[in-house]
């Protein structure tokens, strides 16, 4: 199916002001009627997820701000209850010593979606995925993603090429992890995500010594994922309202980048807000 064609009214990968690395001035309010602006009827607040005892002002909120998130958010869900259906969820990424904060946070949510960003939370000299990866980076990224898969606490695995821009050089090493991971999505049934960020927000393409691509969706990956029996689905990850009203150069962007591969996209809403 052609991602021009697609009429996605739904989208879980929403954040807000509270990351540190957004828009910072932008209100919840703000994206919500962003998003309704340009047809969203569905729409998923996925934060960055805060951790006990982790501070990364720059990457996530504290753990104090989870009250807030949630009810600032309840009362816009309130709000548009008739126009527009809000699922309060987070972005997570796997690590063993952090999971029971995951486990926490699902429970209160509506959904948890897997972004593997960094190396490690718990020390300064962290690392990002996308941007310093190599193939010890991609190994340890893979094992992460393939571990919290196997957690069924994930609904979606967000942008699972990230750990592609960490390179210039998409070696074998590289492309049996891609394969790993789409294994790992098609027999858990994951749901992995096309995630709009790597066009919206890093402009232009990386130069990688394949050719140029963009960091993420990078076409080297999905080249892998296509021959998988895995569904896709299309996460803008907006950092800031206007992405909402960018969707459609955004979508013929990345039309030209991946329609040929022939990827099944999830075209129904799947996750829903919790009864509580
Ligand atoms: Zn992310
Ligand atoms: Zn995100």
């Given at each position: 199916?052609?991602?021009?064609?697609?009429?996605?009214?739904?989208?879980?990968?929403?954040?807000?002001?509270?990351?540190?690395?957004?828009?910072?001035?932008?209100?919840?309010?703000?994206?919500?009627?962003?998003?309704?602006?340009?047809?969203?009827?569905?729409?998923?607040?996925?934060?960055?997820?805060?951790?006990?005892?982790?501070?990364?002002?720059?990457?996530?909120?504290?753990?104090?701000?989870?009250?807030?998130?949630?009810?600032?958010?309840?009362?816009l869900?309130?709000?548009?209850?008739?126009?527009?259906?809000?699922?309060?969820?987070?972005?997570?990424?796997?690590?063993?010593?952090?999971i029971?904060?995951?486990?926490?946070?699902?429970?209160?949510?509506?959904?948890?979606?897997?972004?593997?960003?960094?190396?490690?939370?718990?020390?300064?000299?962290f690392?990002?995925?996308?941007?310093?990866?190599?193939?010890?980076?991609?190994?340890?990224?893979?094992?992460?993603?393939?571990?919290?898969?196997?957690?069924?606490?994930?609904?979606?695995?967000?942008?699972?090429?990230?750990?592609?821009?960490?390179?210039?050089?998409?070696?074998?090493?590289?492309?049996?992890?891609?394969?790993?991971?789409?294994?790992?999505?098609?027999?858990?049934?994951?749901?992995?995500?096309?995630?709009?960020?790597?066009?919206?927000?890093?402009?232009?393409?990386?130069?990688?010594?394949q050719?140029p691509?963009?960091?993420?969706?990078?076409?080297?990956?999905?080249?892998?994922a296509?021959?998988?029996?895995?569904?896709?689905?299309?996460?803008?990850?907006?950092?800031?309202?206007?992405?909402?009203?960018?969707r459609?150069?955004?979508?013929?962007?990345l039309?030209?980048?991946?329609?040929?591969?022939?990827?099944?996209?999830?075209?129904?809403?799947?996750?829903?807000?919790?009864?509580?």
């Amino acid at each position: 199916m052609n991602l021009r064609d697609l009429d996605v009214y739904f989208n879980y990968h929403t954040h807000t002001n509270r990351n540190g690395h957004g828009n910072r001035t932008a209100t919840d309010e703000d994206y919500v009627r962003a998003a309704m602006e340009t047809g969203i009827r569905i729409l998923g607040f996925s934060e960055h997820c805060p951790y006990q005892g982790v501070s990364q002002p720059m990457a996530r909120p504290g753990w104090d701000v989870i009250p807030e998130y949630f009810s600032s958010l309840g009362k816009l869900k309130e709000k548009y209850r008739d126009r527009c259906e809000i699922l309060i969820g987070f972005e997570c990424e796997y690590y063993p010593n952090h999971i029971d904060d995951v486990r926490k946070l699902k429970e209160m949510s509506d959904y948890i979606i897997l972004g593997q960003h960094f190396n490690t939370v718990d020390n300064p000299d962290f690392y990002c995925y996308a941007f310093r990866c190599g193939d010890e980076g991609a190994l340890e990224y893979t094992e992460n993603v393939l571990k919290g898969l196997d957690t069924g606490m994930y609904d979606i695995l967000a942008h699972p090429d990230y750990f592609f821009g960490g390179t210039n050089d998409i070696d074998d090493v590289f492309v049996e992890c891609a394969h790993r991971i789409c294994q790992k999505c098609e027999e858990t049934k994951t749901p992995m995500e096309i995630n709009f960020n790597g066009v919206s927000w890093h402009a232009g393409k990386n130069q990688y010594k394949q050719g140029p691509h963009y960091f993420y969706p990078n076409r080297l990956f999905w080249e892998i994922a296509c021959k998988y029996d895995i569904r896709c689905v299309i996460g803008l990850d907006a950092h800031d309202p206007d992405v909402f009203r960018r969707r459609e150069t955004l979508f013929n962007m990345l039309s030209e980048e991946v329609d040929d591969l022939g990827l099944e996209f999830l075209t129904e809403p799947f996750l829903h807000a919790k009864e509580r």
